[in-house]
């Protein structure tokens, strides 16, 4: 199993400019997360969802939109680029709440996103 | 979910024990205490995770106190590759499966 992958890696925006993020798992996980992470911050969560066609809002979700329709996958778009959206952007994955809790985040590596 | 408190900063010896507190006084009958960790430039890795008893998995041990007010997360045998930032969550079991990330520890093992 890759896991959760994402892409791109590394991009720089300019301001307005729109684009996607990827994300892809390959564990067959109900829910998948979107955060992000300003530098020398803990991370923030954006979206979420619960399964395909499922979405809702987290902690910080102005100036972005999601969809989920596969399990696979969760992209994550930004339509207007504004430089308070430089950032690292996470996503992960995690299997329904077992009985005891196992519920496990998988991340991804991550993109690197700057806007000037 | 209940709010934790955890040291900003530790330095640990390689090959030594480092012991990374959390205090969690709200916690909360059915809050479970996860641990995961986030290496430069990494996502976030799972640890550990426990509710009242304590746990022990291939990469630490998580030890609860008995009024669950606050952990302790044990790295038996530190090495460089351990340096990182710990973050100590608690949180239900609910719907969406929220990680909320305060400050963490940052932990620094030295030669």
């Known amino acids: 199993n890759a896991g959760v992958t994402q892409t791109p890696k590394f991009r720089i925006l300019k301001i307005g400019q729109s684009m996607t993020l990827q994300c892809t798992q390959d564990?067959?996980?109900?829910?998948m997360y979107w955060y992000r992470q300003d530098p020398g911050m803990g991370l923030k969560l954006i979206y979420y969802?619960?399964?395909?066609?499922?979405?809702d809002k987290g902690e910080v979700p102005n100036g972005y939109n999601v969809s989920r329709s596969t399990t696979e996958d969760f992209p994550l778009r930004l339509e207007l680029a504004a430089p308070s959206q430089t950032s690292v952007y996470f996503c992960?994955?995690?299997?329904?709440?077992?009985?005891?809790?196992?519920?496990?985040?998988?991340f991804g590596p991550g993109t690197r996103l700057t806007v000037l | 979910d209940a709010k934790t408190t955890q040291p900003t900063s530790m330095d640990c010896a390689e090959g030594r024990a480092a012991n990374l507190p959390c205090n969690h006084s709200?916690?909360?009958?059915?809050?479970?205490v996860y641990w995961y960790r986030q290496i430069h430039s990494q996502g976030p890795q799972y640890i550990i995770h426990?509710?009242?008893n304590n746990e022990t998995n291939e990469m630490a041990s998580l030890i609860i106190t008995e009024d669950r007010k606050s952990s302790t997360l044990i790295l038996p045998h530190a090495t460089l590759r351990d340096t990182a930032v710990y973050y100590c969550?608690?949180?239900?079991?609910?719907?969406?499966?929220?990680?909320?990330f305060g400050g963490g520890t940052r932990v620094l093992v030295k030669p």
């Open positions: 992960a994955s995690s299997p329904p709440t077992g009985g005891d809790g196992t519920d496990t985040q998988y």
């Open positions: 564990m067959n996980h109900n829910y």
């Open positions: 969802s619960v399964g395909a066609g499922i979405t």
């Open positions: 709200t916690i909360s009958g059915n809050e479970y």
């Open positions: 426990g509710l009242k």
């Open positions: 969550i608690v949180r239900i079991k609910a719907a969406g499966n929220k990680l909320t």
